[in-house]
């Protein structure tokens, strides 16, 4: 079995050009190559990469979302939510995910594509406080956003 393929990618013109993440400080992308992607929703993969992971990663990437960055998060057991982040918008091929606080708005955009997914993040600051803490947040971010859709991929390719 072949390794999925993770790596960074510039985030899709057309996506960073819309609504209130138009002036957006920061903008990743990075896209999962794998045959099995369509197997799962973009919903499912947004799901499966926050709360498949397990319960430290899951408690350490709470604990950073509220109490780091002050996000706003919702509901851990609605559907309408996954892992706290609000479903903004959602459909066959998309599913957008958003959170603010005082400092930051944030939003994930989990895009299928004809050979993957494409995991953009955006990130407006809203003060000096967000902007300096989003370079410590940011290295982290990427790190497990990758390995996260490289675990997912691969148990994907399993079943």
């Known amino acids: 079995m072949a390794t999925p393929l993770v790596r960074r990618v510039d985030a899709p013109p ?3 050009a819309t609504g209130r993440f138009a002036d957006a400080g920061y ?19 947004a799901r499966a990469v926050f709360e ?26 609605k559907t309408s939510h996954v892992l706290g982040w609000p479903i903004v918008d959602s459909d066959r091929g998309s599913v957008t995910l958003e959170a603010s606080s005082r400092i930051v708005d944030t939003q994930n955009v989990i895009v ?16 000096i406080v967000g902007r300096a803490l989003w370079v410590f947040a940011a290295p982290i971010h990427q790190y497990l956003i990758c390995r996260a859709l490289k675990r997912v991929a691969r148990s994907a390719a399993e079943s």
């Not at 903008?27 to 993969?45: F, G, H, N, V, Y």
């Not at 397990?54 to 950073?64: E, K, T, V, Y």
């Open 112 to 127: 299928m594509g004809d050979a993957g997914i494409t995991w953009i993040t955006r990130v407006r600051f809203t003060n």
């Open 52 to 77: 498949g992971s397990g319960l430290p990663l899951r408690a350490f990437m709470l604990f950073g979302w509220k109490v780091g960055l002050g996000l706003k998060m919702g509901s851990l057991k």
């Open 27 to 45: 903008a990743w992308a990075c896209e999962c190559l794998t045959q099995k992607a369509i197997s799962l929703t973009p919903e499912q993969w």
């Open 14 to 16: 057309a996506a960073l």
